[in-house]
């Protein structure tokens, strides 16, 4: 199987010839689309693709769900409640559906890999126009094609990967930051996850086109990057050139006009010493790690197929916070993993005590079929499972509003992303550590990073003002 990602040029070229032939017909229609995002980064980064093409094709955005034209869902199937929350609005825009029978309505993402899915859908909901998959969402506009001359529902869903199409029309919420995917799928099989299911196995871009990727967005404006993967740190091992993450990371460094970079998800087992040297040496990397651990239990890590223990997880902490004093560090925390027992459970909440994390991400376990963890004997039960979580979050919490109000005082950069939704007199930004900030402010200080001194705080923001 290929595990470098090859582009396929000659495909961009056929989509692009397609999306004019579609525009002809559908630009100055004033038809609407509305597109939900469920799931994580990488669907929010493959939504910005489906918008560009979109617009490309002359859909127009809109803000209502009930009233657009065509109405499209990237789900996403991590935990049992992302793909329950789909069938619900499923159900609900068969009645819209029926008052507009002239509604399109698509479906694609994670979800749409998994063939129980796609047979409950060819079942029981039989008026959705388009299905797909996540390894060809480049086609959606052969897709809406196909379905408007013939009339019929298409299914479309790749068991494995293509060449990658790029360099089409993408549309970002921000002109000044911007996300790259440096790899797509995952090869880690952690028990209870779906996601190197749906996602295919691990491949890498080359270098080269990342970085060319990153000095075009450069020269648009963008100034902050987030790169992309299930685990960056085993970047580049099955490239043909082998390169690992941190001589990536160090190369990005040299790019005019990038000033802040980020990255996620880093898997413990695979972070180097020589990653944590270039975070540590670098002024344009973040003040800020994702690093899940997902239980503080060895058992339970084991039985989880994450490839370290508890001791190595907080070593690993520990070197990286002497490296980075000033770093913030975030996690995911699963509880209720078959076979979870009280103690392990104490587990986890002595690693998030010992840590302090910034921000943890918690998840109730919840079952995928087909992955080993759905089989494993001793699942834990819901009241069980709940009353860890909410023990969990209090804890975590607590931990976060501790370093939250550990800002007061301090004068830190903020980069100004938006007019606070809530309050138009002031904008919100984030700090190098992730941290979201608000401040008096007007839409002229959008893009920029500036000084802030920071007054105040609560557990999940901080208010600021400019100095
Ligand atoms: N590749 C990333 C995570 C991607 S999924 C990593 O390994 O860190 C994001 C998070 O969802 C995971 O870190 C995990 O905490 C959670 N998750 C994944 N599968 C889950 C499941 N079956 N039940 C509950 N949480 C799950
Ligand atoms: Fe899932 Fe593990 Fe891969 Fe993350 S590393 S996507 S948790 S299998
Ligand atoms: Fe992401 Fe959900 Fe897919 S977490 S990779 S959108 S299953």
Redesign the pocket.
């Known amino acids: 199987m290929r595990e470098q990602v090859t582009i396929s040029h000659e495909e961009a070229n056929r989509q692009k010839t397609i999306i004019h032939r579609l525009s002809k017909k559908i630009k100055d229609s004033g038809l609407t689309y509305f597109i939900t995002t469920l799931g ?1 980064q990488m669907n929010v980064h493959d939504s910005e693709k489906l918008k560009g093409i979109l617009e490309e094709i002359g859909y127009i955005p809109s803000d209502k769900e009930e009233s657009a034209d065509f109405v499209i869902y990237n789900t996403c199937c ?2 049992e409640n992302a793909e329950l929350k789909v069938y619900g609005r499923l159900g609900y825009l068969k009645n819209i559906k029926k008052e507009r029978p002239g509604m399109l309505i698509a479906l694609c993402g994670c979800m749409m890999q998994q063939d129980t899915v796609v047979q409950k859908l060819k079942k029981s909901f039989k008026h959705i126009d388009l299905v797909f998959g996540t390894h060809n969402l480049y086609k959606i506009a052969e897709l809406i094609e196909t379905r408007l001359e013939t009339g019929e529902t298409i299914f479309d869903i790749w068991t494995e990967h293509g060449d990658i199409v790029e360099d089409l029309p993408s549309i970002r919420k921000h002109s000044f930051k911007a996300s790259i995917n440096i790899m797509y799928g ?1 090869n ?1 099989f ?1 028990s ?4 190197p299911y749906v996602r295919g196995r691990e491949r890498s871009r080359t270098p080269d086109d990342i970085i060319n990727e990153i000095k075009v967005l450069a020269t648009e404006g963008v100034v902050e990057i987030m790169l992309l993967g ?2 960056v740190n085993s970047y580049g091992s099955n490239l043909d050139d082998k390169i690992t993450f941190a001589t990536l990371l160090a190369q990005i460094e040299k790019i005019k006009g990038i000033e802040r970079i980020r990255f996620m ?1 880093s ?1 413990p087992k695979d972070l180097s010493d020589e990653l944590i040297a270039v975070i540590a040496q670098s002024t344009k990397i973040c003040d800020q790690l994702h690093l ?1 651990f ?1 239980s503080g239990s060895s058992t339970v890590l084991d039985q989880m197929n994450r490839k370290y223990t508890k001791e190595h997880y907080l070593q690993l902490v520990d070197k990286v916070k002497k490296a980075c004093p000033n770093i913030a560090l975030s996690t ?3 509880v209720g993993f078959p076979g979870e027992s009280e103690e392990d459970f104490e587990d986890t909440l002595k690693v998030v005590e010992e840590v302090g994390y910034d921000f943890a ?1 918690t ?6 079929t087909g ?1 080993p ?1 759905a089989i494993m004997a001793d699942q834990i039960p819901e009241d069980i499972s709940k009353e860890r979580f909410n023990k969990l979050l209090k804890l975590v919490n607590a931990i976060a509003y501790e370093k939250s109000i550990a800002h007061i005082g301090k004068v830190v950069d903020v980069l100004i992303e938006e007019v606070n939704q809530q309050n138009p007199l002031l904008v919100s930004g984030r700090l190098s550590n992730n941290h979201l900030v608000h401040l008096t402010g007007g839409q002229e200080l959008i893009g920029k990073i500036l000084p802030v001194k920071i007054i105040n705080a609560k557990s999940f923001y901080l208010m600021g003002e400019l100095v």
């Not at 998840?363 to 995928?368: A, P, T, V």
């Open positions: 994580c991590v935990r995952c880690n952690c209870y996850c779906i996601v299930q685990n998800t898997h899940p997902q995911d925390i699963i991400y998840f109730i376990y919840s079952k995928r992955t963890a």
